[in-house]
């Protein structure tokens, strides 16, 4: 588990999971002690012990987009928590009922599918504590996948839209390059350059840098 602060309200602990490596994060209002586990792929027993040495009191968990490293032990947690699930958006609910199928497929044995207790779509805000998220729908890499930013404390959780040099997928069946693209240049670009985003997998960047050095992000066969 490695942590870092983007400033005194907010507090993020990342916890890889899963052979993939993802980035599963544990979002912590300071001012209260209450969190969100994002993203909870699997290895739930690592997710747990990172929950009990931090010592705070979980309040949901928040799923960016569907696939099986993400959402693949959001079921149980939210079981065993008692705590409600919400994201990604709706669109991504076929790709939540084939988490078995798809843990079959990579060899990661227990997901269960999951229906969220909230879906999310563009306009909507998650709470957690007294951090407040802004909803971002930006399909391409799946349907469904959604983008979290705390404008005030000047960070957001992108899932697999956007990596440190790269993007997320889009050939998959149900991939769009050219709407990917279309929604980081867009919705993204326009948060500002000082946002600090924690991709699904990798390490942290910020929307300047992307903007700046990203290779899928330039050229005109990106407008």
């Known amino acids: 588990m490695t942590s870092s602060d983007s400033t005194p309200a907010l507090k993020v602990a ?3 999971v899963t052979p993939f490596e993802q980035n599963c994060s544990i979002v912590m209002c300071t001012a209260t002690g209450h969190a969100a ?3 909870p792929g699997g290895d739930l027993d690592t997710i747990r012990e990172a929950l009990a040495e931090l010592g705070v009191t979980v309040d949901k968990i928040l799923l960016t987009h569907g696939h099986i490293d993400h959402a693949g032990g959001a079921a149980e ?3 065993s928590l008692g705590v409600p699930v919400e994201g990604p958006h709706q669109a991504d609910q076929f790709l ?4 078995t199928t798809q843990g079959n497929m990579y060899g990661l044995a227990g997901a269960r599918p999951v229906t969220p207790t909230r879906y999310l779509k563009d306009g909507d805000t998650v709470s957690v504590g ?3 998220f802004d909803v971002l729908h930006v399909p391409g890499h799946s349907p469904g996948s959604v983008v ?3 404008a005030k404390d000047r960070f957001a959780l ?3 839209v956007l990596f440190r040099g790269s993007i997320g997928r889009t050939d998959f069946p149900y991939g769009d390059h050219a709407q990917l693209i279309s929604g980081i240049k867009t919705k993204l670009f326009a948060l500002g350059d000082d946002l600090v985003c924690l991709p699904g997998h990798g390490p942290a960047t910020s929307i300047g840098e992307e903007r700046a050095t990203n290779p899928f992000l330039d050229g005109p066969d990106c407008d």
């Open 158 to 160: 992108v899932g697999d």
């Open 148 to 150: 979290l930013v705390d």
């Open 14 to 16: 990342v916890v890889p």
């Open 77 to 79: 947690l939210a079981d």
């Open 130 to 132: 007294e951090l407040v």
């Open 37 to 39: 586990v994002v993203d």
């Open 96 to 99: 939540l009922d084939a988490l």
